[in-house]
């Protein structure tokens, strides 16, 4: 039997040409604004994103869980897992494409995305997601928390 993680490459086989256009955005966005507001922007950004790609009404984590991986799978974007702890939800998004934005500028992005799912969810404004590794391993891990 074949694991999410191997169904998921053998589907994403395309070639991903945005790294010409949104590389040196990013770096003219970090060098113009400076980190702090960088990141702020980016954030942002994925909070509209997440408006945009809307998730239908859930009844489950797990029914989160896929909604969102069918947006994923249609963007080539990799994958995401959701795990329930007792006093936090583990977010871990993996197998972006080779040629995405440098990886802390993604996990920004991704942040934004992840914050307006689960705040349209019912989360509301009191629970954050913040990220929890350093973004450079292709590898995102965030909690969403109180």
């Known amino acids: 039997m074949q694991s999410k993680l191997t169904a998921y490459l053998e589907s994403q086989r395309r070639d991903s040409?945005?790294?010409a256009l949104?590389?040196?955005f990013l770096y003219?966005?970090?060098a113009t604004l400076g980190e702090e507001q960088a990141r702020h922007l980016l954030v942002n950004a994925g909070i509209r994103a997440g408006q945009d790609l809307?998730?239908?009404a859930c009844e489950s984590i797990a029914q989160l869980e896929l909604e969102a991986n069918l947006h994923w799978s249609r963007l080539g974007w990799?994958?995401?897992t959701f795990i329930e702890h007792s006093d936090y939800l583990e977010i871990t998004h993996e197998c972006i494409p080779a040629q995405a934005p440098e990886y802390g500028s993604f996990a920004d992005f991704l942040q934004g995305v992840y914050q307006q799912w689960f705040r349209a969810a019912g989360a509301g404004d009191h629970l954050k997601v913040h990220q929890t590794n350093e973004a450079h391993t292709g590898v995102f891990s965030f909690r969403l928390v109180g």
Do not use: H, I, K, Y
Request: hydrophobic share 55%; proline share 13%.
């Open 28 to 30: 003219e966005v970090f």
């Open 22 to 24: 949104l590389n040196p």
């Open 17 to 19: 040409n945005w790294s």
């Open 78 to 80: 990799g994958l995401v």
């Open 54 to 56: 809307a998730l239908p």
